[in-house]
């Protein structure tokens, strides 16, 4: 060996030695560092026309392992997803209070039972009376209350979602910007771990906020894709933007970082931002329409129970609900039996009009029955009926009956029925509670006018079930008359949703889509420009589509006020069609009324698909249970869920850290290798000094 290539060994050895020995200096002074990654030397042999001549330093670099970040940065996402859903669910269901006190809210059910039971016992005790009607107050008064709070929590959502957004895009463009730097440094085969340590706490950070996928560049630095490819920050940082509406899902849209394309929807699966879409446009909704159909199936069966009740005195008007339908369809689709009886102020049956809705026919005072022909007819029959003892009217979609001479209006609901309520009550003649809003139980059939004017538009999205649209649809009402109709221009596979689904009325007239698999898209309304008649409801209106009717439901309800006004109007009592000519049906001491509306509770009803519950038949108080449970139940999973993902990603930074994070043992072991290295090499340069010094001497 020359003494060239000694040196030439020793020098590069010594070199090395020192660039090693920066290298564990600042690991040792990092070794707290949060977010530092352990550096080595990148060396290898240095070769001289196929001898060895030292060492050559190919720089620094930082010891990751490409599987255990990926799998960090997946558990990240999915537990701060988690920890998200499970915060609100938490507040969500706080706010029905502690299911062990009084204050519960479910409670308030069996208060209203009891409340009526009281004034059975004593018909006549105005106190009874006003705690009854005390009681049906609370209860819708905390139902607006908690649903007024739920719609809260999805505005507080929008606001923390514009703020991870904007988050998320100083994120993406710290992570391009870095990517010059790391560039930069790399080509030269300067150190870049400083700024690739940044930016790997900026792709932590992001991961958080949402799922993406991470791919080293050959020139250093990053690329970050959303979970289907989409670039968003490498050679450039793409924009995101959150989409939304108060009626449509939403969902995150990135334009590219050259602003030229069109803005591209991506899929996100995980991470903060998808917790906030599921709680806004699934959770906190399917909890508010549950919300909804919990409360209008009770306050169905206490209006049940009232409207075939009486107060006594009978009062002179039962003016009914706006049903949101024309004449022509209201009366339709009527079945059983049903009495109108005008009274005076005794009780006693001045005018008795039976109404067989089967048969078709009225018959005054047990008198033979006479056809009324078709149903739209009714009103008028019945107001040529009641002659000169009161009238009947039905306008504005309310049929209204009024008595005259002082007299009162009593209602006996017999067998009457269409879309599970009484003809008293379908009308809403003598509600108890009522509802700024339509029922969704129309009574429609395919056979009956639609009503809506011809060539008005309804815009519906159909989306995936995470949000991502995949098409608005105008569908436009047509001109032909029927149900049939509009629900074969609802289903068109041109121009409607028969491509995803198909709407359907159901045997109360409820209007449902079904989605087909193996989309099982979604579909909310974007704009609904429809009209039932002139100033009468839309299609979104009438049947309860889209998020915004869904979510007012709950809060729509609230006890008629001129009973709050004057108790003596609540009906407690029930006609009685069995007592002899001249004897009074009505009687002052009369509760069975108020036991009907006590018993209201066990009487089963149908109760469509709402929140986490299908659709079941049930008592209103065995559905409060099941739906109490049901609230508890999901906040519970979604707290296991977090807890779950949590450790695993406790696991996960745990075996990531044991390989990037610094070992002082390790790092001291490199430190002496280094010492010895430095101490070798100096000595060599020094033989090799010698062993020239003495061959200068011997020439």
Do not use: C
């Amino acid at each position: 060996m020359s003494l060239s290539v000694a040196m030439s060994a020793a020098s590069t050895g010594l070199q090395a030695a020192q660039a090693g020995l920066r290298t564990v200096s600042d690991n040792i002074a990092n070794v707290n560092t949060p977010g530092y990654v352990r550096k080595t030397l990148d060396q290898q042999p240095l070769a001289v026309n196929g001898m060895g001549a030292g060492v050559t330093v190919n720089g620094v670099k930082r010891v990751t392992d490409q599987y255990l970040q990926l799998a960090s940065l997946t558990a990240s996402s999915e537990a701060s997803r988690w920890n998200m859903v499970s915060q609100y669910l938490d507040n969500a269901q706080s706010l029905f209070g502690d299911p062990a006190s009084d204050s519960f809210y479910f409670s308030r059910l069996d208060t209203i039972w009891s409340g009526f039971a009281a004034a059975a016992d004593d018909p006549s005790s105005s106190l009874a009376r006003t705690q009854a009607i005390f009681n049906v107050e609370d209860f819708v008064d905390e139902t607006s209350r908690i649903n007024g709070q739920i719609n809260d929590l999805g505005r507080n959502l929008d606001t923390q979602m514009t703020a991870d957004i904007s988050r998320a895009n100083d994120l993406l463009d710290q992570i391009n910007r870095l990517n010059v730097d790391i560039s930069r440094a790399t080509l030269v085969r300067a150190d870049a771990s400083g700024s690739q340590n940044i930016q790997s706490g900026l792709v932590d950070e992001l991961s958080k906020l949402l799922n993406v996928r991470i791919a080293e560049r050959p020139q250093g630095g990053v690329t970050v894709r959303s979970a289907e490819g989409i670039m968003l920050a490498g050679d450039g940082a793409a924009k995101l933007a959150y989409n939304r509406t108060d009626s449509t899902k939403g969902y995150i849209s990135a334009t590219p970082a050259d602003g030229l394309g069109m803005a591209q929807p991506i899929q996100i699966t995980a991470g903060e931002i998808r917790g906030l879409l599921d709680l806004r446009d699934t959770e906190l909704p399917k909890l508010s329409d549950q919300l909804g159909e919990f409360v209008t199936r009770a306050a169905e069966q206490i209006n049940a129970a009232h409207n075939d009740s009486v107060a006594f005195p009978a009062p002179a008007t039962l003016t009914g609900k706006d049903t949101g339908q024309a004449l022509a369809t209201a009366f339709n689709n009527f079945g059983g039996q049903s009495t109108v009886a005008i009274v005076n102020a005794s009780g006693v049956i001045q005018r008795r009009v039976a109404i067989d809705f089967t048969a078709g026919t009225m018959s005054i005072d047990g008198g033979v029955a006479a056809s009324y022909g078709a149903a739209s007819n009714i009103p008028a029959s019945l107001n040529a009926a009641l002659g000169a003892f009161g009238t009947a009217s039905f306008a504005n979609g309310a049929l209204s009956i009024t008595a005259a001479g002082g007299n009162g209006v009593a209602m006996d609901e017999g067998t009457s029925s269409k879309a599970g309520k009484g003809f008293s009550h379908f009308f809403g003649l003598n509600d108890l509670i009522k509802s700024s809003g339509y029922s969704y139980d129309t009574g429609l059939t395919t056979g009956d006018a639609h009503g809506f004017v011809a060539g008005d538009q309804i815009t519906l999205r159909l989306a995936l079930p995470d949000g991502k649209p995949i098409n608005d649809v105008s569908v436009s009402v047509p001109a032909t008359p029927n149900m049939s109709d509009l629900l074969a221009s609802l289903n068109s596979t041109t121009t409607g949703v028969g491509l995803y689904g198909q709407f359907a009325l159901d045997a109360n007239g409820a209007l449902k889509f079904t989605a087909s698999a193996p989309t099982n898209a979604t579909v909310s309304v974007v704009t609904d420009n429809t009209q039932r008649g002139v100033g009468g409801p839309s299609i979104s209106e009438l049947f309860g589509l889209g998020v915004i009717q869904r979510s007012a439901r709950a809060g729509s309800y609230s006890v008629d006020p001129t009973i709050v006004a004057s108790p003596t109007k609540l009906a407690l009592g029930q006609l009685d069609l069995g007592v002899g000519a001249g004897q009074p049906s009505l009687r002052a001491g009369d509760g069975r009324g108020a036991m009907a509306i006590s018993n209201a509770g066990e009487v089963a009803t149908g109760f469509s698909a709402a929140g986490s519950l299908g659709a079941v038949t049930m008592t209103v108080s065995r559905y409060a249970a099941e739906f109490g449970g049901s609230i508890g139940r999901n906040a519970a999973a979604a707290e296991t869920r977090k807890s779950s993902a949590e450790a695993v990603e406790t696991e996960a930074i745990t075996r990531r850290q044991s390989v990037e994070g610094v070992n002082l043992d390790e790092e001291l072991v490199r430190l002496t290798t280094y010492q010895q290295a430095f101490s070798a090499s100096a000595r060599m340069i020094q033989a090799a000094k010698d062993m020239f010094d003495v061959l200068s001497s011997m020439l």
